[in-house]
C-alpha cells in the first residue's frame, strides 16, 4: 500500500489490523499480509504515483479525493487493472465489470498488461527495402553488428551495400 504521509500510513495499518479480527478468511489473510504485505509512505500525489509505477502492482486500487483520480488515471502506467475511486474494489474488477482476471503478476506490468483480446492474434511482421534504403541503412547496421561481434550479420549488409555500389 502507498499511503500519503505517515497518519495514513499508520491509519491503514491499523485498520487492516481492526478488519483481520473479524475477516472470514483472517488466518489466510492475516499470514499473507504479515508475509507480504507493506505501507509506502509517499511525500505527496508525485511521489505516490512515482511509487505505484515502480511497484507494477497486478491490482491497483486509488483511493483518493475524486478530484485527483484523473491526474492518477493519465499518469499510472504500470499496473495490472486500475480500481479508481472508493467505489471501486478489487473483487468487482475480478468477479464482474472486469475485462479479465489474468493479470500481470510479481511486477511483470512494468511490460506487459493484463490478458485481452490481442494477445490471442498471431501478429506477423514484413521488411521491403528500396536501393536507397540499403544505402541508408546498411553502415549503421554494419557498425551495430560490428559492436555487438554479430559480424555474418553484419555482413550481409555489407554484401547488399556492396552490390549497389558495384
Not at 26 to 53: K, Y
Not at 140 to 150: G, R, S, V, Y
Request: charged fraction near 25%; include cysteine.
Amino acid at each position: 500500500m502507498i499511503a500519503i504521509g505517515e497518519d495514513v500510513g499508520r491509519a491503514i495499518a491499523a485498520n487492516v489490523d481492526d478488519l483481520l479480527k473479524s475477516w472470514p478468511t483472517a488466518e489466510t489473510a492475516g499470514a499473507a499480509w504479515r508475509e507480504h504485505g507493506w505501507i509506502a509512505v509517499a511525500t505527496d500525489d508525485d511521489h505516490a504515483i512515482a511509487l505505484a509505477n515502480d511497484d507494477a502492482n497486478e491490482h491497483l486500487e486509488i483511493q483518493v479525493d475524486p478530484v485527483k483520480l484523473g491526474l492518477y488515471r493519465e499518469r499510472l502506467r504500470n499496473y495490472g487493472s486500475l480500481f479508481l475511486g472508493e467505489q471501486a474494489t478489487v473483487a468487482y474488477g475480478d468477479k464482474g465489470i472486469g475485462t479479465n482476471h489474468v493479470l500481470p503478476t510479481s511486477r511483470a506490468a512494468r511490460y506487459t498488461g493484463g490478458l485481452w483480446v490481442g494477445k490471442f492474434l498471431k501478429t506477423c511482421t514484413w521488411q521491403q527495402l528500396t536501393d536507397d534504403g540499403t544505402r541508408a541503412i546498411a553502415p549503421a547496421i554494419e557498425a551495430i553488428c560490428d559492436a555487438e561481434q554479430m559480424l555474418g550479420h553484419g555482413l550481409t549488409a555489407t554484401m547488399r551495400r556492396r552490390q549497389l555500389e558495384a
